[in-house]
């Protein structure tokens, strides 16, 4: 039933492979969408420095340890969890951590596809717009700024097509992971991360000279202590998990295809500096845009798809780098959707011993339907409230408790769990032999796992649930 590590397995071709895979992993909608629409709504300064705080003290010590666990394992993450337990001499029950990891991954990427079709919705706006009235000119020409802001819930209004829109994205995914690790994800991963990165720096080169430079640099770099308030800490505690995929066992999934090769301890500190680099570079890329034309930044969530479409509008050539764009947005979530769907498939493959292709289209198939109704919750299945019976999720709909039992429940706990695993429970010897840190930096790092991460992640808990 469980692959032995005699058989071949299917992983990364190299150690670049695996780099970019998991920066593919990390680097998404989380980015681009959620870190400025957090950052704005938080007050610039204050929450950026405390988000780098948050990447280096807490998010780095945890992706280390769910790396490790992975590559010792070479399993799926239950399986990896309950080997490392195993050979510590300790239950294997440890595997619940990763068992509410493949759960949580399952519901996030049913929701994160329905965001990919909306970007796939703005994808087919721009090229509408530059079919209508050619490359030169602005965006959406000659119409009321309202009616682009008009857009996204025309789109929300839209059942049917939102729902689509989802679904395609979800194809598209399902495509990738069938194909395996090296001839799919990593396929993806190679092609798509320098593309994005391309277009990432093209578009925030044009918005610097274009845009408002100066008040963007004194926006997210000026640190203004009295914003930070326990609100402003816990939203930047939370962003830098879900941006680095870390507590839902996708780092445990793409570290078991690593080989022997890889120095751990140097991939995450890469892994992390670039998913951060993106973040700070996507602010850098979208405030000069929205400050130049004088919009808000406190939009939340419309910044990207209701302010920067506005945005667009009195840029020259607006309509192809709206274009540009909202593709380098897909191609940023294509690489994390995968990430996702691949945590239930190769779980559901090595549980039940089918092949690849079944497992995925079976997990599929389910995150499909969830998927849909997370689609349907912003029109016909609006007043439906699945957790009506808890407390803080009495008012959620279905997309917002998923969104809201992953984020604030199963992330935290399998990111505490984690750490109690990986710092408290399983032998130094065999973690020691994964982490590739060693001297002041392992004591650090040993110190962080044990006491800092388990801590704050409790409080952080604590606070999401209660306060
Ligand atoms: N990090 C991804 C992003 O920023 C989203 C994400 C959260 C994720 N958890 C994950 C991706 C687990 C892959 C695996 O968009």
């Known amino acids: 039933m469980v692959t032995t590590s005699a058989s071949p397995r299917d992983g990364w071709s190299s150690r670049t492979a695996f ?172 092609w798509l991360m320098p593309a994005f990165f391309v277009l990432l720096i093209a578009i925030t080169g044009y918005g610097f000279v274009t845009g408002e430079a100066e008040e963007t640099i004194a926006y997210l770099f000026t640190f203004d202590f009295s914003k930070l308030t326990p609100q402003v800490m816990l939203a930047a505690v939370g962003q830098a998990f879900f941006s680095l995929s870390l507590g839902v066992a996708g780092m445990i999934t793409y570290g078991a295809y690593a080989g022997r090769e890889v120095n751990l301890g140097q991939t995450s500190a890469i892994i992390g500096g670039a998913d951060t680099a993106v973040a700070l570079i996507a602010g850098l890329c979208i405030f000069p845009i929205v400050f130049a034309a004088g919009l808000s930044v406190t939009a939340g969530p419309g910044l990207m798809f209701q302010s920067l479409p506005v945005a667009f509008q009195n840029m020259p050539f607006g309509s192809v780098i709206g274009f540009a764009f909202f593709m380098m947005v897909g191609f940023a979530a294509l690489t994390s959707s995968v990430a996702l769907l691949e945590v239930p498939t190769s779980w559901a493959m090595e549980r039940f011993g089918v092949s690849r292709m079944v497992s995925a289209l079976v997990v599929g198939t389910g995150a499909g339907v969830l998927g849909v109704l997370a689609a349907l919750s912003f029109n016909d299945l609006a007043e439906v409230r699945p957790l009506a019976m808890i407390p803080i999720f009495a008012n959620a709909n279905i997309f917002d408790a998923l969104d809201g039992v992953t984020a604030k429940i199963f992330m935290p706990l399998g990111a505490i769990l984690t750490c109690v695993f990986v710092g408290w429970v399983a032998d130094p010897a065999l973690v020691d032999g994964e982490n590739g840190i060693g001297g002041w930096l392992h004591q650090t790092w040993r110190a962080l796992v044990r006491y800092v991460c388990p801590a704050v992640l409790a409080v952080i808990m604590g606070f999401g649930l209660f306060g």
């Open 19 to 190: 780099v970019l895979a998991a920066i593919g992993s990390a680097v998404g909608l989380g980015n681009l969408w959620r870190f400025p629409a957090e950052a704005g709504q938080n007050g610039g300064g204050a929450f950026v420095l405390f988000y780098i705080l948050c990447v280096a003290l807490i998010g780095l010590p945890v992706l280390l340890s769910e790396t490790l666990i992975g590559r010792h394992g070479q399993a799926s993450a239950p399986e990896s969890v309950r080997r490392m337990a195993r050979e510590s001499g300790a239950s294997a029950h440890w595997d619940v951590l990763a068992g509410m990891g493949v759960l949580s991954a399952f519901m996030i990427v049913s929701f994160y596809c329905v965001v990919g079709g909306w970007v796939l919705y703005y994808v087919g706006v721009f090229i509408n717009d530059i079919a209508q009235t050619g490359a030169g000119g602005g965006a959406f020409e000659g119409r009321p700024a309202e009616d682009i802001e008009a857009l996204l819930p025309g789109l929300f209004g839209n059942g049917t097509l939102m729902a689509g829109l989802g679904l395609v994205f979800l194809a598209i995914t399902l495509f990738f992971v069938m194909r395996g690790v090296s001839k799919g994800i990593e396929w993806v991963a190679t």
